[in-house]
């Protein structure tokens, strides 16, 4: 199965272009298979990811680059309950989850 | 999803940023590209009832004075599919996700024109989506 999604990266250079994620605490929610998660991952101090299909998040984690496995952290958690105290995050993503 | 978004308030550092990323309301369409020419075959017709429930959300947070929108922009993106098998799949998702109560007649025109194909064709599902920025107050 071939599917390619965003070849052109429209959507990481429009992220990139309107927030600094440079050594930013980063939640996302709704990281499916960690498709976007991947692209902009590097830039950040950490990544904590989210979804609420755990078979996403098991491929998520199988298919971290091995120079990304120490930054990303992936769970399944419910959006309307984060497991994170009041004030962790600079930045919050709600990757096509709202 | 006025829970999520006050979850998220919570978390956030103070001037922490929300980025709002989902498809815009409007229809995706569907096409063939071969030899880098766009040959559109239907035009989609999504509901956008999630797309508007997730818009009062955010209306109602904004009046609770959670957040600030700051910026917003819209782009489009594409997906490239190379096989039929791919694009059942897409297709099954998509009526799944959108909640269409109706069968599009998509298939059977990306069947019959992908068909007809040799070579580099592929199938393609263009929209655009919308990325909205909003400071916490």
């Known amino acids: 199965m071939t599917l390619l ?15 600094a994620f440079k050594n930013r605490e980063v939640l996302e929610i709704g990281c499916g298979d960690g498709r976007l998660t991947f692209r902009y991952a590097a830039v950040t101090r950490r990544v904590h990811a989210f979804d609420q299909f755990d078979d996403l998040v098991k491929l998520a984690r199988q298919n971290t680059p091995t ?10 958690a419910s959006a309307e309950q984060l497991p994170y105290p009041a004030e962790r995050f600079d930045l919050a993503l709600l990757a096509w989850s709202l | 999803m006025v829970h999520a978004l006050r979850e998220c ?24 590209v071969q030899n880098g020419r766009w040959r ?35 782009f489009e993106i594409k997906r490239y599919m190379d096989t039929l098998q791919d694009f059942r799949q897409w297709l099954d998702e998509f009526i799944e996700f959108t909640r269409l ?14 068909a007809g194909r040799k070579g580099d064709a592929q ?13 916490k107050m």
Not at chain 2, 9 to 26: F, H, S
């Open chain 2, 9 to 32: 308030y919570r978390v956030l550092k103070p001037n922490g940023t929300l980025i709002d990323l989902r498809p815009a309301q409007i229809h995706r369409r569907v096409g063939v």
């Open chain 1, 67 to 76: 120079d990304l496995r120490g930054k990303i952290h992936f769970g399944n």
């Open chain 2, 40 to 74: 559109e075959l239907e035009t989609m017709s999504e509901t956008f009832e999630d797309e508007r429930a997730a818009d009062r959300a955010i209306a109602h947070v904004a009046r609770e004075k959670l957040f600030r929108r700051t910026q917003r922009a819209q």
């Open chain 2, 101 to 114: 109560n109706h069968r599009p007649t998509v298939w059977e025109k990306v069947e019959r024109e992908f």
């Open chain 1, 5 to 19: 999604i965003d070849p052109e990266e429209r959507e990481i250079r429009e992220l990139f272009r309107a927030v």
């Open chain 2, 123 to 135: 199938i393609v599902v263009r929209g655009p989506l919308v990325l909205s920025v909003f400071r």
